[in-house]
């Protein structure tokens, strides 16, 4: 009797399975043979359904460290908003993969359909300033890739220390570093080349985000450099420098510093103005008075223009024009500085304000800004520590503003992503972005600021 019972018992088990069974077959959609490098994110997004429903059309997902390989098959059921139809329903066209691909990469998931891989190759120790300044750095790329993620978009994220020193051939041969979609880095011109090609022969973009001296940015379209050399940055700000100011009265003061490197630029800005017939005067901080004043237009705007970055010159600099405003009331003067002075602002900002200061810079950090307050609270949160004082700029920020520039465009427009003007409509803490296409080669940040120190106690940035 007892052996009747089991074996009744056993018939209804194999019933009860054999239904579920059917049931569970009867939402799938259909079978898909898993490929190289893809992951469970990227197949959901492909086919339009949740993570978890695809996890509960295959229960061996829930296995512990289970893994997708290649050639595997898996079951791919309907949306669970969606009615069952009698044939599978291909992804849609948004979601399909590119119908022509570069590598083998871009065989799976476009990547604007699943996770962005990242790469940071940077100097990322404590050793000495390059590591600190990098470690900020990306820690600020942490921070905007965690905003993103608020914003329904993934990242995936792998970094390698690649100090001064190493050879960063040792970091490309890591597997993972194929698979990524972009990497930030170098911080050395010795690695531009072996990483180029690298990124070349694997279709990634490069993101250099600091100055760098490379003439691969000319040659290489993989290459993002944001930082121009001093001489591009020369000739961009003369060039604004004159659309704005052709009609005020120059005037260069040399400031007898022996260590300065700004001869290159007044130079440059003087052959400019000579060209446009425009008048100009050059005096000495050791002039006399009377001889200091006679360099002054009494009927136009005078622009002031120094030939040192140093925080003694300035200061003597701003001493002298004290001295003549208060004999000279009527005189009107403006100051054009540099970026180097954004240094000093806690002690010369009221100077700044009073000779209504203009200072280029790719770069900004309002410190007095909510935007800028959030994100240094949220950084002591995360990291317990503040970011490096007096630092300009504020590598975090960079590093959020970098990172969230280039990823969201990335997830919008993927390996199409040019970073051109209003591509991605987001607005930075502290860095703008512009980028143009140098030729046949990579892309160049173009955007800087004038940071406009107002008479009425007021800061504008100024974009161009």
């Known amino acids: 009797m007892k052996r009747i019972i089991r074996y009744i018992t056993l018939a209804v088990l194999l019933v009860l399975t054999t239904e579920t069974a059917l049931a569970q077959q009867s939402r799938i959609r259909e079978r898909h043979e898993v490929k190289r490098k893809e992951t469970i994110f990227g197949i959901s997004r492909m086919y339009g359904i949740t993570i978890q429903e695809l996890i509960d059309a295959n229960p061996e997902m829930n296995t512990p460290g289970y893994e997708l390989k ?21 992804p849609t066209a948004s979601a399909q993969q590119p119908s022509s691909v570069a590598r083998p990469k871009n065989e799976e998931v476009d990547v604007r359909n699943r996770e962005v891989r990242i790469g940071v190759m940077l100097p990322l120790h404590k050793v000495n300033g390059d590591g600190k300044r990098m470690l900020e750095y990306y820690r600020g790329i942490l921070m905007a890739c965690d905003s993103l993620r608020a914003n329904n978009i993934s990242t995936d994220i792998r970094a390698w220390n690649v100090a001064e020193d190493t050879d960063i051939n040792t970091f490309l041969a890591d597997p993972k570093a194929a698979e990524c979609d972009v990497i930030f880095g170098p911080l050395y011109s010795k690695m531009v080349k072996p990483l180029g090609d690298f990124a070349t022969q694997h279709d990634i973009k490069v993101f250099i985000p600091f100055s760098i001296n490379s003439h691969e940015i000319l040659i290489n379209r993989h290459l993002m450099q944001v930082y121009q050399p001093p001489t591009e940055q020369n000739e961009l700000v003369i060039d604004h420098f004159l659309e704005r100011f052709s009609d005020t009265h120059p005037v260069f003061i040399d400031c007898n510093d022996t260590t300065s490197q700004k001869g290159i630029f007044t130079f440059g800005l003087r052959r400019r103005l000579e060209a446009k017939n425009i008048a100009y005067k050059i005096t000495n901080l050791n002039s006399s008075d009377g001889m200091f004043y006679s360099s002054f237009s009494p009927t136009k705007r005078n622009m002031v223009i120094l030939n040192t970055g140093r925080s003694k010159e300035l200061n ?82 960079t590093g959020f503003d970098h990172a969230y520039f280039l990823l969201k465009g990335i997830h919008i427009y993927g390996k199409n992503f040019t970073g051109g003007s209003g591509m991605v409509g987001y607005t930075p803490i502290q860095t703008p972005l512009h980028f143009e296409r140098i030729g046949n080669g990579g892309l160049k940040n173009r955007s800087m600021f004038f940071v406009h120190y107002m008479p009425e106690r007021k800061t504008e940035t100024i974009k161009f």
């Open 70 to 90: 290649k050639g595997d098959y898996i079951n791919i059921p309907w949306p669970k908003n969606q009615p069952q139809a009698d044939t599978p329903q291909q």
């Open 316 to 397: 003597a600099a701003m001493a002298k024009l004290n001295g003549l405003r208060l004999a000279h009331p009527e005189l009107r003067i403006s100051v054009f500085g540099y970026t180097e002075w954004m240094l000093y602002t806690r002690h010369q900002l009221e100077n700044f304000y009073k000779f209504d200061t203009y200072i280029p810079a790719p770069f900004y950090t309002d410190l007095s800004s909510p935007r800028t307050e959030r994100i240094m609270q949220k950084y002591r949160w995360n990291f317990h520590c503040d970011m490096m004082p007096n630092a300009l700029p504020r590598f975090a920020i």
